[in-house]
């Protein structure tokens, strides 16, 4: 069994700095792409931003310039720094990655309980 795991949500003032992280845990050989989404209340899950193993990221145009993904593979770890926050960007952050599952040799593609971020004065 796989799992991910999120912290470092939080309230946090606009304009202020908030940094995620997602353990990645359980039986599985490497991870391919890990990434970050977002579901705001009565509104549909959204990408955030996703790195591929070799490092190459991409972004939501919203978060472009603000939030930077990165991941450290030998502690199999994703990280989300997010800086100047919005009221916009409050929403449940979730981690999400492709793990090549020992048990199956398959690759699982596994979602994080998902970590709240508020962000209001």
């Known amino acids: 069994q796989v799992q991910l795991v999120e912290s470092g949500g939080g309230l946090v003032q606009p304009g202020g700095s908030l940094r995620l992280s997602c353990a990645a845990s359980?039986?599985?050989?490497?991870?391919?792409?890990m990434g970050w989404y977002r579901q705001a209340p009565g509104k549909q899950r959204e990408l955030v931003a996703t790195i591929t193993k070799s490092g190459s990221t991409n972004y939501a145009d919203a978060v472009k310039g603000r939030f930077t993904i990165s991941r450290d593979n030998a502690k199999k770890m994703v990280y989300l720094q997010m800086n100047s926050l919005k009221p916009e960007d409050t929403a449940v952050y979730y981690c999400?990655?492709?793990?090549?599952?020992?048990?199956?040799?398959?690759?699982?593609?596994?979602w994080g309980q998902g970590t709240q971020v508020t962000v209001a004065s």
């Open positions: 359980g039986s599985f050989f490497t991870s391919y792409t």
């Open positions: 999400n990655a492709d793990l090549l599952a020992i048990a199956t040799m398959k690759v699982a593609n596994t």
